[in-house]
């Protein structure tokens, strides 16, 4: 299982473009990075999710090196809402949800 | 589409009382899982259904925790009789994989609190 290392905490303001790194040098070649949003009080939401190189939907941003090694994702024009733990999670495409490891995650404060 | 609901939402109860939380997975998603958190700790699988059967059930802490999803809908999660460590948020999550990729895509529910006194 490929750990994962992310910081624990970021603050930003409105407006803002917020990137947040992950770490996952022991990435295997079947695995698959996913980015997990969580507010208080509920469950992770699923953000965005990628194998390689550039992947964008409505909400966010997900660049992925070459090597794999390290993930990053993106928030355009961060607000007060985004403010959350950010979870980076790594999964091999043919094993279930059950192998994945949540970390930490990164908490994110958003100020006016 | 309705999301994976869960019930209760919160649930206060004594040491040595049962408690059972149930979850409503999204319709049509065979893979049901349960993850717990405990204070300060990280969010920590429990079992897994795929329909009705238990598919691995590795992170169980003990034989106090009974889970079930008779006819491959909902599950429940009970806890007998509940020590004060069982205390945490219990999420519950339903998945599917993206008929593109094959990457599965968890769905989680707002959790339930669950305090142990």
């Known amino acids: 299982l490929a750990k994962t290392t992310q910081p624990i905490s970021m603050d930003s303001y409105e407006g803002q473009e917020v990137n947040i790194t992950c770490s996952h040098n022991?990435?295997?070649?079947?695995?698959?990075i996913t980015w997990y949003q969580q507010f208080p009080s509920q469950g992770p939401r699923f953000i965005i999710q990628?194998?390689?190189t550039k992947v964008t939907n409505e909400v966010a941003s997900l660049f992925i090196p070459a090597d794999r090694k390290s993930s990053t994702l993106s928030l355009p024009r961060v607000s007060l809402s985004d403010t959350a733990v950010y979870y980076c999670?790594?999964?091999?495409?043919?094993?279930?949800?059950?192998?994945?490891?949540f970390g930490s995650g990164t908490r994110l404060s958003i100020r006016p | 589409e309705a999301g994976v609901t869960q019930f209760p939402s919160h649930s206060v109860i004594e040491k040595g009382q049962t408690v059972t939380l149930r979850c409503d997975p999204i319709s049509g998603h065979d893979n049901l899982y349960w993850y717990r958190r405990v204070m300060g700790k990280e969010i920590k699988f429990l079992l897994h259904f795929v329909k009705e059967s238990k598919q691995d059930e590795s992170g169980m802490p003990n034989n106090r925790f009974l889970a079930e999803r008779t006819g491959g809908t909902y599950s429940t999660l009970k806890v007998q009789p509940a020590e004060l460590e069982d205390s945490g948020v219990y999420f519950c999550?339903?998945?599917?994989?993206?008929?593109?990729?094959?990457?599965?895509?968890?769905?989680f529910g707002s959790g339930t609190q669950l305090s142990v006194l």
């Open positions: 999670l790594v999964g091999d495409i043919y094993s279930s949800a059950s192998k994945i490891i």
């Open positions: 990628g194998y390689k």
């Open positions: 999550a339903s998945s599917h994989r993206d008929p593109g990729t094959g990457i599965e895509k968890l769905f």
């Open positions: 022991n990435i295997a070649t079947n695995d698959y």
